[in-house]
């Protein structure tokens, strides 16, 4: 089945930093979505991606579809410590499986004041 | 809108013993999704729905789980009988066509 590769599983960073993160697949998405999950809450959708190599920005959040529809980035720039959480990318599949998010095994954020 | 209401957030339970987990998705939606979440494996697609009747129920883990969507506010995931791997929390979601999943608050079952 259709499996995505998130990368760093987890980071520690100082308030005020950058953070990178993304996913790659070896399958095509139609549809790239960033979520975010805070302890004890479901996942939040911060960002939504429809096109390839599409770039947007949601506040201090940035997210791009790769031009293969294989990979996509969030950055989130300048880190306050309400970033803490989860990150997970997610795809939506094609044809048949155009129901089925497929989602990444999350980074965990640690922002340190 | 209030979002999806799962309930209860919480269930603790023994071995053995009858889970029943409820989820009222957001109105107007009309596909359904049951996840579960894990450390081990993350988010995993038990079961979807689209307008009350299953779809893909590919990810149900074994016969112990069953899902039902008697009407378009209401689902239930029933797990008998639970098993102490069965520990995980549990998400609702739902959309409507073309739209983003938007998920409920889980809940938390720990099987003893």
């Known amino acids: 089945g259709q499996q995505l590769n998130q990368s760093p599983q987890s980071m520690f960073i100082q308030e005020g930093e950058d953070v990178s993160m993304n996913c790659t697949s070896s399958?095509?998405?139609?549809?790239w979505l960033w979520y975010k999950q805070d302890p004890g809450e479901g996942p939040v959708l911060l960002i939504a991606?429809?096109?390839?190599?599409e770039l947007t920005s949601n506040g201090r959040l940035t997210a791009q579809f790769g031009i293969t529809r294989k990979d996509s980035f969030l950055n989130i720039s300048a880190s306050i410590p309400s970033d803490v959480g989860i990150y997970f990318c997610?795809?939506?599949?094609?044809?048949?499986?155009?129901?089925?998010?497929?989602f990444g095994k999350g980074t965990l954020l640690t922002v340190n004041p | 809108d209030a979002g999806v209401i799962q309930s209860p957030r919480h269930e603790v339970t023994e071995m053995g013993q009858e889970v029943t987990l409820r989820c009222k998705p957001i109105s107007g939606h009309n596909s359904l999704f049951w996840y579960r979440q894990t450390m081990m494996r993350g988010l995993e697609l038990l079961i979807y729905f689209n307008n009350n009747v299953p779809i893909d129920d590919s990810g149900m883990p074994e016969d112990r789980f069953s899902a039902k969507m008697p009407n378009a506010s209401f689902s239930t995931l029933k797990i008998q009988p639970s098993e102490p791997r069965d520990s995980a929390v549990y998400f609702c979601?739902?959309?409507?066509?073309?739209?983003?999943?938007?998920f409920g608050q889980g809940t938390r079952l720990t099987v003893v």
């Open positions: 997610a795809g939506l599949g094609s044809g048949g499986s155009n129901y089925k998010l497929t």
């Open positions: 991606l429809y096109k390839a190599g």
């Open positions: 979601a739902s959309r409507w066509q073309g739209s983003e999943a938007f």
């Open positions: 399958s095509i998405f139609n549809t």
